[in-house]
């Protein structure tokens, strides 16, 4: 899997968006881009992912530059309950037959 | 959907006893089932993958017979910490393929160990 760089951490404000970027100049043609969060002291949670397309759902969006070498993530109107660590991956889609390998993720604070 | 359920949520055992924590796919089946460590301050780290009626594949470093993990059928793994001792307390997470194509991977709630 190809590897990411993140910041370690992030403010924001709450009720403001929140864009956390991830850089994947390594990757492959068909590695697809996944996020997750762990709020503390619970197992991660999937947000999003993509191929080369932005995407959106319930939870995020998900900007991905046309060369696919990085990656922002972004909390439309973030919550204090958006406090997490956020992990950028980068695999094959379904992950193959291998687990996530898990950089140290970008620590993002909601300020109140 | 892809609803992984792992138990305990929380153990305390003492140094030398065994301890297992169980990890359930709730709503699909899962032949192959992940299990990582992670210590406080640091992120997750994958110790061992699972494939149901085969036997599990470690990571480098991760001694099979103290993490004994058994998968025996598409909906359930468990991973037993034989002999623990203080050092293996960490927060333990297993995660699942499976699911809703492109999410990849569910993950539990995760467990947390000490060992005192």
């Known amino acids: 899997d190809a590897k990411t760089t993140q910041p370690p951490s992030m403010d924001c404000a709450e009720g403001r968006a929140a864009n956390l970027p991830c850089n994947h100049s390594?990757?492959?043609?068909?590695?697809?881009v996944y996020w997750y969060r762990q709020i503390h002291s619970q197992g991660p949670q999937y947000i999003i992912h993509?191929?080369?397309n932005n995407e959106t759902n319930e939870m995020a969006s998900l900007i991905i530059t046309e060369d696919r070498k990085s990656s922002t993530l972004i909390l439309p109107h973030a919550t204090l309950r958006d406090t997490a660590v956020y992990y950028c991956?980068?695999?094959?889609?379904?992950?193959?037959?291998?687990?996530?390998?898990f950089g140290k993720g970008t620590h993002l604070i909601i300020q109140p | 959907g892809a609803v992984v359920s792992q138990h305990p949520s929380w153990v305390i055992c003492k140094s030398g006893t065994s301890v297992k924590i169980e990890c359930r796919s709730l709503d699909f089946q899962a032949t192959t089932m992940f299990w990582y460590r992670q210590f406080p301050k640091q992120s997750l780290m994958l110790m061992a993958t699972?494939?149901?009626?085969?036997?599990?594949?470690?990571e480098q470093g991760v001694e099979k017979d103290k993490f004994l993990i058994n998968h025996a059928s598409l909906t359930l793994s468990t991973l037993t910490v034989t002999s623990a001792h203080p050092e293996d307390s960490s927060f333990y997470i297993c995660?699942?393929?499976?699911?809703?194509?492109?999410?990849?991977?569910?993950f539990g709630s995760g467990t947390r160990l000490t060992v005192v």
């Open positions: 993509g191929l080369k």
């Open positions: 995660s699942a393929r499976g699911g809703v194509i492109g999410y990849g991977y569910t």
């Open positions: 699972s494939n149901e009626g085969s036997k599990a594949t470690y």
């Open positions: 390594t990757i492959s043609g068909n590695e697809y």
């Open positions: 991956i980068v695999t094959y889609s379904g992950g193959g037959a291998d687990g996530l390998t």
